[in-house]
């Protein structure tokens, strides 16, 4: 089992560029997860997704950010246009059912300048 | 809401002392508890979790943690540190059931001196 796989590992783009994060779970997995980490806020949920579907996303923290999941092998995670604030660190975790613990990917380092 | 509290932000040990990282839940319900290490520049995996049964847990790497019920506590506990458990700790709860959103503490950050 490859994990949850996540690309790329950084990124650094300029205020105003739009970023696309991309994230790959575990086969089998119904459940995909967007986290961002920073130093100030922690760990946040962004949005999660149950069979494809969007089921909360309450946490995405304005307009200019998108998720989608076309199919169960594959999500994005979309900023446009990006800020410096934006810069984190960004995981997507995915699980097999309501109780299962998450698996988390790698990460992706955003740097915005 | 959920939120959970970790108390101790940066915890400095001796290898072979022993350790105690403080956890407090908020949660209106059954609950399912997680503790969470991330290694330096690593992502997060699951040191232990617990959804029902004997509240003493144990997982990899020698650690356990314990439900208290009573005082909304999941400390995690190790009897002998070494210097690979330089790490973040974090603690996490979800209700049980279909809510499946993770609410996360805001970590304890480990070093141990070799």
């Known amino acids: 089992d490859a994990g949850v796989i996540q690309s790329p590992r950084h990124e650094v783009t300029e205020m105003g560029q739009e970023v696309t994060l991309r994230c790959k779970p575990i086969?089998?997995?119904?459940?995909l997860f967007w986290y961002r980490q920073t130093m100030m806020r922690g760990l946040e949920l962004l949005i999660y997704?149950?069979?494809?579907?969007?089921?909360?996303d309450s946490g995405m923290p304005e307009d200019r950010f998108s998720a989608k999941m076309p199919n169960a092998s594959f999500s994005t995670l979309k900023i446009q246009p990006s800020e410096p604030r934006d810069s984190a660190v960004y995981f997507c975790a995915s699980s097999g059912d309501g109780n299962s613990p998450l698996h988390f990917g790698n990460g992706t380092r955003l740097t915005v300048t | 809401a959920q939120s959970v509290s970790q108390h101790n932000h940066h915890v400095i040990l001796s290898e072979a002392a022993s350790l105690e990282l403080g956890c407090n839940y908020s949660y209106g319900g059954t609950v399912n508890l997680f503790w969470y290490v991330q290694y330096p520049g690593q992502h997060l995996q699951l040191l232990l979790k617990y959804f029902s049964g004997d509240p003493l847990v144990k997982g990899i790497k020698g650690f356990e943690a314990e439900f208290i019920k009573s005082k909304f506590s999941f400390n995690l506990r190790k009897p002998s540190v070494q210097w690979s458990d330089t790490a973040e700790y974090f603690c996490a709860v979800s209700g049980s059931g279909s809510a499946r959103q993770l609410t996360f503490g805001s970590g304890t950050q480990l070093t141990v001196l070799p």
């Open positions: 997704f149950n069979n494809n579907v969007p089921i909360d």
């Open positions: 086969s089998g997995h119904d459940y």
